[in-house]
């Protein structure tokens, strides 16, 4: 406002100064340092000058203001394009966090659900658990039970069967028994071994040869004749006088030496029957008398 009361005051001066009235007119060039005046004014034109070279530099200062003040006012228009734009990424962003907020909060309550549900689950599983382990202590309870009952038997059934292994070995039959002396001209009868090897159950004679059966049961026995040199010789196993089985050692018209007759009989027995070995055909026998290989033998299966 001051600016502009001091233009107009200047303006109106030169226009009703006669002086300078006079300088428009003719342009006197030696006025610049003349004094004009109006009734009750006395207008210096040097100070005149000096204001309008301050009011234009003011000018010129307020212009650059405006530019600076543009530039600002478009830096700030930028700014809240920015802002705006950022804005709306915000608000996005927060709708896209709502969304997923959503979701979470769904799965969320699935999850619950799952969690009640396996939560019943459990006790389920714990109702079948405490069942079973009922179960598995009524079974062990019964175990405990039925093992006494088996131990008590198997203590029973180990007893009678030591009692009859004991039965057994008291009972037990068996013999072997073999000639120590050889024998040229043996042509006939019982062919009898005195030598007596084993004999558990005292059931073959040496002196006639002949086994008795001190119980009844299956037996075996076993008989080998060697003969003598080039000599044949035949003889049976015999069952209460009945041939079983035979047996020979044969010399093929004299072409071998000291052939084995060997052989064997099961046979089943009463209590009280009797076997023995009879000559059936040649003669002699050959035997060691440290080591008799012409030899009868039996045993109780």
């Not at 009361?5 to 428009?24: A, E, F, Q, R, S």
């Not at 558990?200 to 060697?226: K, L």
């Amino acid at each position: 406002m001051r600016f502009l009361k001091d233009i107009c005051l200047i303006v109106l001066v030169i226009i009703n100064t006669p002086g300078t009235k006079g300088l428009l007119g003719h342009g006197n060039p030696n006025s610049s340092d003349l004094t004009h005046s109006f009734p009750g004014h006395i207008v210096d034109m040097t100070e005149v000058m000096q204001i309008l070279e301050n009011h234009t530099q003011q000018i010129k200062n307020q212009t650059q203001q405006i530019e600076s003040d543009r530039t600002t006012i478009q830096l700030l228009q930028n700014r809240v394009f920015f802002l705006e734009a950022e804005q709306n990424k915000l608000n996005a962003s927060k709708s896209f966090s709502t969304q997923e907020f959503s979701t979470y909060l769904i799965s969320m309550n699935q999850l619950i659900q799952n969690m009640v549900a396996n939560e019943e689950n459990d006790k389920n599983l714990t109702n079948h658990f405490n069942a079973a382990v009922k179960q598995l202590d009524d079974l062990h309870t019964a175990m405990k039970l039925l093992n006494g009952s088996l131990l008590q038997q198997l203590e029973e059934r180990i007893s009678h069967v030591h009692d009859n292994i004991i039965a057994n070995v008291s009972t037990r039959i068996a013999f072997t028994a073999g000639v120590t002396s050889f024998s040229v001209t043996w042509s006939s009868g019982t062919l009898v071994f005195p030598k007596v090897i084993t004999n558990v159950g005292s059931g073959y004679n040496p002196s006639d040869g002949v086994f008795t059966a001190p119980r009844a049961g299956v037996y075996v026995f076993f008989v080998n004749v060697q003969s003598y040199n080039r000599f044949s010789i035949y003889v049976d196993i015999v069952l209460n006088g009945a041939t079983k089985v035979r047996t020979m050692a044969n010399s093929y018209g004299g072409n071998d030496y000291f052939d084995a007759g060997p052989n064997l009989a099961v046979l089943s027995l009463q209590t009280g029957d009797r076997v023995w070995v009879k000559y059936y055909f040649g003669q002699g026998y050959y035997t060691y008398s440290d080591g008799p290989i012409t030899t009868f033998s039996g045993f109780l299966i």
